[in-house]
C-alpha cells in the first residue's frame, strides 16, 4: 500500500470512529445490526470525506450559480462542500447509520473523475468496522483527551490524533 493509500485509510477510519463514538445511539445500531456497517461508512464518508477537493481546469466556458467560468480557468471542486448540501442530505450535519441516500454523496468524485480505488477504500473500511465492532464492544472516548483538530490541509481531511479506551469481550 502506498504512503497515500495508507494515510488516506487512516485517516478514515479514525474519522469514522470519532463519529461513532460521538453518536453512540449510532454506534449501538451498527453493533445490534452489522448489516448496517457498509451504510455507516458511506454516511461517514460523507461527512468526513477524506479527500476534500481535487483541482480542475474548465474545458469550455461555463456558469454555476450565477457565477461565470471561463475556458481554462482553474478551479477548486470542492467535493466536501456537496456533501453537506441540504436540498440532497436533510439535516446534512447530523450522522444517521441509516440514511437512505448516504451513498449518493460525492467523496468518490463522479464521472471519468470517479476514485479507482473506490472500491479498495470500502472494502477496507468495512473489514475494519466488522472487525473492531465484533471484537471490542465497548468502544469510548478517552475522557480529557480529544480536541478534534484536524491535520491542516486544504485538501485532505483526518484528525491528528483520536484517544479511545476499551473493553475486550
Not at 470500502?122 to 468502544?139: K, S, Y
Amino acid at each position: 500500500m502506498s504512503k497515500a493509500r495508507l494515510i488516506l485509510a487512516t485517516a478514515f477510519v479514525a474519522s469514522a470512529m470519532m463519529l461513532l463514538v460521538r453518536n453512540p445511539d449510532q454506534m449501538r445500531l451498527v453493533i445490534e445490526d452489522p448489516s448496517l456497517i457498509p451504510n455507516m461508512i458511506e454516511e461517514a464518508m460523507r461527512i468526513e470525506s477524506p479527500v476534500q477537493c481535487l483541482f480542475r481546469v474548465a474545458k469550455a466556458a461555463s456558469e454555476i450559480g450565477g457565477a461565470k467560468i471561463p475556458e481554462g480557468a482553474r478551479l477548486a471542486v470542492m467535493y466536501a462542500s456537496g456533501n453537506r448540501d441540504e436540498a440532497e442530505f436533510p439535516d446534512a450535519e447530523g450522522f444517521d447509520v441509516r440514511r437512505a441516500n448516504a451513498r449518493t454523496h460525492l467523496a468518490f468524485g463522479q464521472g471519468e473523475h470517479f476514485c479507482i480505488g473506490a472500491a479498495l477504500a470500502r472494502l477496507e473500511a468495512r473489514v475494519a468496522f466488522e472487525t473492531l465492532l465484533t471484537r471490542i464492544p465497548v468502544i469510548r472516548l478517552a475522557a480529557g483527551k480529544n480536541e478534534f483538530a484536524h491535520t491542516p490541509s486544504f485538501i485532505l481531511r483526518g484528525l491528528r490524533e483520536l484517544h479511545l479506551e476499551f473493553e475486550a469481550g
